[in-house]
């Protein structure tokens, strides 16, 4: 495996030490809404969390798969903060889709002090889901003071 550039290097870092990411979603009709979810990911491109089909990120979910995320650390001082920015496909995982998902996001919250989890948890009936969101692009933003200077992540 070949060592990250310094831009990839970034991204991993700040999703690595972050615990939620904010997923940005819509209605059939457009109308955005935002989300923050914990999370746990594989690979820096599969991203898990678990929610109530009930909820309004899921609903919109269900009628609208396209989201964007953002993970950043919000305790950044002003001026020096960075985030990781993606476009993902995302979609509420069924029957044997969850075991690979939710082992990752057990392992993950453990240690956050939160629960174990298996797929018997996130399945129909019992209230909660496991998503997944699957990165298809990642950008940082570029610390050479010029707005909205976007540079590309590859995570392949």
């Known amino acids: ?17 972050s615990r939620y990411l904010m997923l940005a979603t819509a209605d059939a009709t457009g109308r955005p809404w935002s989300s923050p979810v914990y999370f746990a990911h594989i690979g820096f491109t599969d991203f ?22 953002v993970v950043f650390d919000s305790q950044a001082a002003i001026g020096t903060g960075q985030g990781v920015y993606m476009s993902a496909v995302a979609k509420m995982l069924e029957g044997e889709e969850t ?45 050479d003071g010029r707005p ?5 992540v590859p995570f392949t």
């Not at 495996?1 to 030490?17: C, F, H, K, L, V």
């Not at 909205?148 to 590309?152: L, S």
């Open 48 to 69: 898990f969390w678990v929610s109530s089909p009930d909820v309004t990120h899921s609903r919109n979910i269900a009628v609208r798969p396209d989201v964007g995320i």
């Open 1 to 17: 495996m070949s060592t990250p550039g310094p831009a990839a290097q970034t991204a991993r870092d700040i999703i690595e030490a």
């Open 99 to 143: 075991a690979r998902g939710i082992e990752a996001f057990s392992r993950r919250s453990v240690p956050h002090g939160g629960p174990e989890w298996t797929s018997e948890a996130v399945r129909s009936g019992v209230g909660l889901r496991l998503y997944r969101a699957t990165a298809g692009s990642h950008w940082i933003l570029a610390k």
């Open 148 to 152: 909205d200077n976007h540079i590309p």
